[in-house]
């Protein structure tokens, strides 16, 4: 996994956890990563076991130079749409880091311009480079330890173990409970049922 994207310039790495999500926020993290910094067991964050995860993110928390987390909520996703949301929670990580990043290194292929930053979108950038990685990790145990909290409100969804994904134990318990606050309204929440005339 390389360090980064331009071997001189200060960089920060972004990326997001939630897309995909029925409940819950998109979380994204800005990194931006000492000189030298190695730890051979950062990787994608969804390679990983969440122990290790954990483990990571608290060595991620006290080596980078500046760090950035920052929720989307659903009222906002349902507004403006899951892709917009998802690059508002980039860029306010950005707007927590403490040190002005030169170039930006943001993991898929969509991306709005933050400030005059120049930025590479590069899919799949969470398995490629270190400080994309170490952002990929804070953002989705940040959102997770999120879930967990809001879990002990509506336990009946179970998101501390499903953390807002859209499984079948999730989706029956929409079907039996409907939807609560923390739901994103503006996604098929249950599939479409099929209707057969005969």
């Known amino acids: 996994m390389r360090f980064n994207f331009h071997k001189d310039l200060i960089e920060a790495g972004t990326d997001e956890a939630g897309r995909g ?3 819950g926020p998109v979380t994204a993290a800005a990194v931006i990563l000492p000189k030298g910094f190695k730890n051979k067991k950062i990787n994608d964050s969804k390679q990983l076991s969440e ?3 954990m483990e990571l993110r608290e060595f991620i928390l006290e080596n980078a130079v500046s760090y950035g987390i920052a929720h989307v909520f659903p009222e906002e996703i349902d507004r403006i749409n899951i892709l917009k949301a998802s690059i508002t929670a980039m860029h306010r990580a950005l707007d927590q880091l403490t040190s002005v990043p030169e170039f930006i290194a943001v993991d898929g292929n969509r991306f709005i311009p ?3 930053v120049p930025h590479e979108c590069i899919i799949k950038g969470d398995g490629k480079f270190l400080h994309i990685a170490a952002a990929s ?6 959102r997770d330890l999120y879930m967990c909290e809001i879990h002990r409100e509506f336990p009946q969804y179970n998101w501390m173990q499903n953390k807002g994904y859209p499984t079948k134990e999730h989706r029956d318990a929409i079907r039996k409970h409907g939807d609560t606050e923390y739901h994103r309204k503006s996604f098929r929440l249950l599939p ?3 209707s057969l005339e005969f």
């Open 21 to 23: 999500c029925l409940a």
């Open 51 to 53: 122990k290790n995860r």
């Open 114 to 116: 933050y400030n005059t």
């Open 137 to 142: 990790i804070l953002a989705k145990t940040s």
């Open 192 to 194: 479409e049922q099929l």
